[in-house]
């Protein structure tokens, strides 16, 4: 918990942190992977020792002028001759040292070699030798692999991880210049898995009480304590496997594989705390999943590693749904996947499979790329975020959440819909041009949400007591909040708290969710500058689902307006019934107040998520004039303004300030893959920058030109030309 006055004092002193520069520092001091700008991989299959052209392959990725290339060390199969028992050599190895080979190559290129091991599956001479080391089935059976069923699934929590694995790892470092390990599939921020093997049953009777349930179910006392010891254990396994690999070499990582974008299940905070390098394995999308996808796991991953090395996974084949891993995706949605990944301040990994590829499309889209990104490296290496608007990442609420509607355990298809109300926002926020970044739920430090104007939080239904005390010192020291539906409603785990714990701030006490219903309305009773431009009308479309709240009126120095009401719920059809039953009630739709320089605005309906379900871009306006009103008279540090749906990113940078513009205006914005590009005309923006600081140059990186510009005190202002994908506008 923290004071008001603990936060004044410490939003102070991260004032004085920014003026010197907190992150200005590059280069000896720093560890290699907190400097790398470009990663590739090749992912080798079990035949491709027979073939392997490493001369040629070491060739290409120097092209891309990769910093660190991923290259098969073992795991499942090695790709040397290891000695170490149950370690399985490649059956195509012959008398070949492939990973040898290509570690000697890749060093003589001057890039750094990080082996990439998978940890989670191993053959049935293991399984005989150690049964211990296997995941089981609650009949005591193995798990084998869905599609290439002669391997079995090892437990994590058994000595596979904290023996077999380390002395794979001591053998690779002791024969081969490496200077990473990363991990294939593990520890991943999806559900958690239940195994019924010894060590397991000895975990739940032990740690946890009983065996948990095998799905997510937060109601479950079993469960909660299981998500606990699990993470626990992954935490340990990290630590472990990264003092394992720094025996010998100070200076080298092991780096787990994460990503899941906004819909995670582990808790990435604690992943971050553990993590010298994030990797996401985010690698494309499928389906109607949204263009920006990536970008979104940028956020994420951002706001749990506070400026530490993030990588992203794009991969050059076509992962989509049904998957084909040997011919190229769609190269347009390649390059929007690598420019989101730039543009979110990670560091594109380009990944391949198979060493002997009969479609060769891909190869130039990543060379392309990279070699553009290597010419204006210096401008993506990012300082910190000029954004000044904060999202709430709330994930637990996104993990975790039902509501009093919705029955029964659930996986993906629901975890998807918890997920709607951030979409909502997010786009929202696309649209009106907004800047932000997201800062996770568990990441809500004084000196954290300093640096923002507005906190905006997307139902988050699941906040725990000092989540909401820190929220709270925020709005007391002059933040500004937007808050919907459920907020703060249920503690960390779900447990009701049958009112909101930021009652206070919202000024409102919660009665019952209403069951999700269509066609009720938010009558505007009164004008206010959330409403502009809904002259016109008197009422605007009501969410789907609300919580019956009322105002509590509890605070004397700030008077809560509320503007819009509830209109009821009527029948939609047939057209003879529609009409209103009640014209007009006393219940808030929208509560906003203002204390000082902070002003708070809370929807006690899903505005976000129905805005995203239904489209209706009313929804959209009212969220967008609403961050306007929170931000008051403060102009915003960065503005972008022009046709066309984009992403935009500003960042100060070390030689300066870059504005990043994706373009996703495009017929498969939201169902892949963008096969073409539409290019959209001039923005016209306007940039803050450092008080005396005198811009000399902007540049437009992708148009390779320069943009005129205006300087006026601190604020610059350009058009950008016309962008066709991706934009970066350098400022020097
Ligand atoms: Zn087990």
């Not at 008398?95 to 049935?124: H, I, P, Q």
Request: hydrophobic content about 40%.
């Amino acid at each position: 918990m923290i004071t008001r006055r603990e936060f004044l004092a410490a939003s102070s002193a991260s004032l004085i942190v920014s003026a010197v520069g907190s992150r200005t520092e590059q280069g000896s001091d720093r560890p290699w992977y907190e400097t790398m700008r470009r990663c590739g991989q090749l992912n080798l299959n079990e035949q491709d020792p027979k073939t392997l052209d490493v001369a040629s392959w070491i060739d290409y990725w120097a092209s891309l002028k990769l910093d660190a290339l991923l290259l098969n060390g073992g795991g499942i199969v090695a790709f040397y001759p290891t000695d170490v028992p149950y370690h399985h050599r490649s059956e195509f190895l012959g008398s070949r040292d492939l990973f040898g080979e290509l570690a000697a190559a890749t060093k003589a290129r001057g890039m750094r070699l990080v082996a990439r091991m998978d940890c989670n599956y191993a053959y049935e001479d293991a399984l005989k030798a150690h049964p211990e080391w296997f995941e089981r089935n609650a009949d005591g059976k193995p798990r084998p692999h869905g599609e290439s069923p002669w391997l079995f699934k090892t437990c994590m929590f058994s000595s596979y991880f904290t023996e077999q694995m380390p002395a794979i790892y001591r053998e690779i470092g002791a024969r081969y210049p490496v200077d990473g390990f990363f991990t294939n599939g593990w520890p991943s921020t999806g559900d958690l898995t239940v195994c019924h093997c010894e060590n397991c049953q000895r975990v739940y009777r032990e740690q946890v009480g009983a065996t948990p349930p095998d799905r997510v179910d937060a109601t479950n006392g079993y469960y909660r304590r299981y998500y606990n010891v699990y993470m626990d254990r992954v935490l340990d396994v990290w630590r472990r496997w990264q003092a394992v690999v720094t025996e010998k070499r100070p200076d080298a990582v092991y780096v787990g594989n994460l990503g899941g974008g906004i819909r995670t299940v582990k808790n990435v905070k604690r992943l971050g705390e553990v993590a010298r390098w994030f990797n996401a394995d985010h690698q494309g999308r499928a389906g109607d999943t949204v263009i920006w996808d990536c970008a979104q796991q940028g956020r994420v991953a951002q706001s749990v590693m506070d400026g530490r090395a993030i990588t992203n996974v794009t991969g050059a084949y076509s992962n989509s749904r049904p998957t084909w891993r040997h011919v190229s995706k769609a190269p347009a949605e390649t390059i929007m996947w690598m420019a989101q990944t730039a543009a979110s301040g990670m560091v594109p990994w380009f990944h391949w499979l198979g060493g002997a590829p009969e479609d060769t499309r891909w190869k130039a889209v990543g060379r392309d790329f990279f070699a553009w990104l290597a010419a204006n490296e210096s401008h993506f290496r990012n300082r910190r975020s000029v954004a000044d608007v904060a999202v709430l990442y709330p994930q637990r609420t996104i993990a975790f959440y039902r509501s009093g509607t919705k029955p029964g355990n659930w996986r993906g298809a629901e975890r998807a819909q918890t997920a709607e109300y951030l979409h909502g926002l997010y786009y929202a926020l696309l649209e009106g041009r907004i800047f932000f970044d997201f800062v996770h739920e568990d990441n809500l430090r004084a000196e954290t949400l300093s640096r923002y104007r507005a906190l905006l939080i997307p139902n988050a239904a699941y906040l725990s007591d000092d989540h909401c005390q820190r929220i709270r010192a925020y709005v007391a020291g002059g933040g500004s909040l937007l808050a919907t539906f459920e907020t703060s409603r249920y503690d960390e785990w779900g447990d009701d708290r049958f009112d909101f714990e930021l009652g206070d701030v919202f000024d409102a006490t919660s009665g019952d969710v209403a069951a999700p219903t269509g066609n009720s309305y938010m009558r505007i009773e009164s004008r206010h500058p959330a409403l502009a431009g809904f002259e016109e009308t008197a009422l605007l479309p009501g969410p789907e689902q609300r919580v019956a709240v009322r105002a509590r009126g509890g605070d004397p120095a700030s008077a809560t307006l509320t503007p819009l009401t509830v209109v009821p719920s009527y029948p939609a059809f047939p057209p003879e019934m529609v009409f209103p039953r009640t014209l007009r009630t006393d219940q808030p739709a929208a509560l906003f107040r203002q204390v000082g320089r902070s002003r708070v605005a809370y929807f006690p309906g899903d505005i976000d998520r129905t805005f995203w379900r239904s489209g209706n871009p009313d929804l959209g306006l009212l969220m967008q004039n609403t961050v306007r009103w929170l931000r008051g008279e403060n102009r915003p540090p960065v503005s972008l303004e022009g046709d066309g749906i984009v992403e935009a990113f500003a960042w100060e940078t070390e030689p300066g300030y870059a504005l990043h513009i994706l373009n996703y205006t495009n017929p498969n914005m939201t169902r892949g893959f963008v096969r073409k590009f539409y290019a959209i005309g001039p923005q016209n923006a306007e940039l803050r920058v450092a008080t005396g600081r005198r811009i000399r140059d902007v540049r437009a990186l992708r148009a390779s030109r320069a943009v005129p510009f205006t300087q006026d005190g601190d604020v610059v202002r350009f058009d950008v030309p016309g962008v066709t994908d991706y934009e970066v506008v350098a400022l020097t």
